[in-house]
């Protein structure tokens, strides 16, 4: 009898511990849950009930190593379709922040936003604006910033006026088996460093999957960022960001883009389809933006890309490279090109070092042209033969804060 | 064992002392649970609603404050006897243990929030007192639901008002500065710079630093401190000094180096020298529809191409700065800005 109680007792204390809130549908669901969110202790998980609940303000969460999850991603939908006040749907300041299996619909603003993080997972959680692309969705889907141990993982982003996941000024990021679709970008890495980003598919997007730095922001110089075994498919959705955003300036049809980066391995992908180009390495000067900020490098170098299958596109060129470009080299757009703009600082001794070219090998019968841009397009080079050459493998990413679970 | 039996026995006596000592008796506390009602802080004397301060609890004002959708504030501070507030410059002024800001917000006479900031052993605590109907009391809420409110500007127009009372989070939000794990609470209006200014102490004029220093509230204030602008009273300083005096308190508790909006890059501390750092042709990274089609936070001289006007002369959700407690257009303060904005020089042609 007496084990029988113990038995008893053990299983309800662990039935709390692992699920001591449940927040079900109902009077005050929102009050409710953010008075949950309030009050967390360290390790709460605090699970929210099926149905498509109504929030007409931001959630918050500020307490640290907290599970928020709901019971699928189909099944318990947060809806901000009348949100009157905040901008992001759910919006996190603490680390050890568990998200799962549940969805962000239609907020205003960003649908979730975690800032200034260590260790975040994003598991099975769906972020869309329910009315297809439209300039009034908000900016980003998922979107840690300044975040340290980021792991975002079949999740899905459909709508963002901006990018669909967005992981911008952070460190140690593994983005994986993760759908993009119908963003302007779909998957983003911006100033951000040791990102593996592979097994996604990004499609119907403006871009597909960008990679870049930019200027004017307190974490600069992103770097080290591989890009494999992912699906970049036919990303030819008229841009529909609002019109000073840097991605707005992202032609329709981009499928992978890399931007004022370095150290960046893009391998085994399968990139087709993009009616723009399906890759474009470039510098940041390429986009006519003044750059005011003298710490910052708006060139590129030591970038990889082999091993992908990479095929079609490039016959609907859109924005500046259907203004500069394509009457230099005529349709369609070859399959890779690159704006041949390098460093000066590089350039000025004995030519590139070899670490830091950009070499080009094994894409099949993938077209290339490097466009000459920093000549005003004078000289259009067609071979690759200059990019015949291989970098050094980079290494995988380790989530050191989030132990096995971050494991790739 | 004996210890834990004895305590609430003497706690009660102490209690029993405390209360013994009159109704106009601040009660501090160092740690929650902390008062479900506003007035059993002590705060206040006679009707509740007339915040008439008890002993030693002193009004202030500072020189520009945040606007909040044209409530009305009342500003008290309260410092436990014996100890007083530490001269810094330019941040907060340091405040000891047990310290308690009190802020009221009213529409005319309606009271509808009561905030409270106490400087609990744990830090700042943020603690949110909603106004009954009747308006007698303000009872303790995590979070609040918003009030619909009408009221009547100057011009003769009738606002509609979503007046919201930030829950816990929100507080935290605002009040939070430090990145990461490094973040503390801390009060953002009484600094030396907003308090150097005169107040009606019931008659006589005194300037705010030396009355607190002439009741042993404050300590270490220099013979000259410094003085923020007034952002409505030109006499205080140039266009310039105001516009950037009024967004600082508005904007800049986020936008700073150390604080939740690090991230963009734009920092809008009344100090700040840089440019860019202001919005002057900075490009927005990730603005979203905040950028509207406008390419930089601040165009010189073209306030209708600048982000920073736009969005404070926006209501939408995703596109208003402030993000947290405006929802109207402040006249007034846009007015201010527009004109400083009309007055830089340069363009931003790359």
Known sequence: ?408 | MRGVVVAPALTAVLSLLILSCGPSQVRSRLEGPYPKKLSDWGLFTGRLAELKPAERVVPYDLNTPLFSDYAQKNRFVWIPAGVAAQYLDPDVLQFPAGSILSKTFSYDARRIETRLLVNARSGWTPLVYVWNKSQTEATLEQVPDPVAMEWRHPSGELLKIDYTIPNTNQCKGCHDQGLGESKTTLPIGPSARQLNRDFDYGGTRENQLVHWTRIGILRGAPAAPPRLAMWDDPSSGSVEARARAYIEINCAHCHNRQAAANSTGLYLTAAETEGTRLGVCKVPVAAGNGSGDLRFGVMPGKPDESILIRRMESVEPKVLMPELGRSVVHREGVALVRQWVNLLQGDCTP
């Open chain 1, 1 to 408: 009898m007496t084990r029988c109680l113990l038995l008893l007792c053990s299983v309800v204390l662990v039935s709390c511990s692992r699920e001591d809130s449940v927040i079900r549908a109902g009077a005050d669901f929102q009050k409710r849950l953010q008075e949950a969110l309030i009050n967390a202790k360290p390790g709460a998980v605090i699970v929210i009930g099926e149905g498509k609940h109504a929030l007409d303000r931001t959630l918050s969460l500020a307490v640290a190593n907290v599970t928020i999850k709901g019971r699928g991603m189909g099944q318990t939908i947060l809806s901000f379709q009348n949100q009157k006040s905040g901008s992001a749907g759910v919006q996190v300041t603490a680390s050890g922040f568990t998200l799962e299996d549940l969805a962000i619909e239609d907020t205003k603003g960003d649908a979730l936003k975690i800032n200034g993080a260590t260790g975040v997972v994003i598991r099975r959680v769906r972020t869309e604006w329910t009315g297809g692309p439209k300039e009034s969705n908000g900016a980003y889907g998922i979107y840690p910033v300044q975040c340290k141990d980021v792991l975002i993982e079949d999740s899905v982003a459909i709508g963002a006026a901006d990018a669909g996941i967005y992981v911008g000024q952070s460190q140690n990021i593994i983005v994986r088996r993760n759908r993009a679709e119908r963003n302007v970008a779909g998957i983003e890495i911006e100033n951000s460093q040791f990102a593996d980003v592979y097994e996604n598919t990004a499609t119907g997007n403006t871009g597909g999957l960008l990679v870049f730095n930019l200027p004017d922001l307190p974490v600069k110089g992103g770097h080290h960022t591989r890009v494999y075994d992912n699906r970049v498919i036919a990303n030819n959705t008229p841009n529909f960001a609002p019109k000073g955003n840097l991605v707005a300036k992202v032609p329709a049809g981009t499928g992978v883009m890399v931007m004022a980066t370095h150290h960046i391995e893009v391998f085994k992908n399968t990139i087709s389809d993009n009616q723009t180009y399906n890759v474009s390495i470039n510098s940041y000067l390429v986009t006519g933006n003044p750059i005011n900020d003298a710490q910052y490098d708006p060139y590129t170098s030591a970038i990889y890309v082999h091993d992908n299958m990479i095929g079609g596109g490039g016959n609907q060129p859109d924005g500046r490279v259907a203004r500069d470009i394509e009457p230099k080299v005529g349709r369609p757009i070859p399959s890779i090109i690159y704006d041949g703009i390098l460093d000066p600082k590089l350039t000025k001794a004995n030519g590139v070092p070899d670490d830091q070219r950009i070499c080009i090998q094994n894409n099949g019968g993938a077209t290339f042209a490097n466009y000459d841009a920093g000549n005003g397009f004078k000289t259009v080079v067609r071979d690759a033969k200059a990019h015949d050459c291989s970098l050094a493998p980079l290494s995988p990413v380790t989530l050191t804060t989030l132990g096995s679970a971050g494991g790739a």
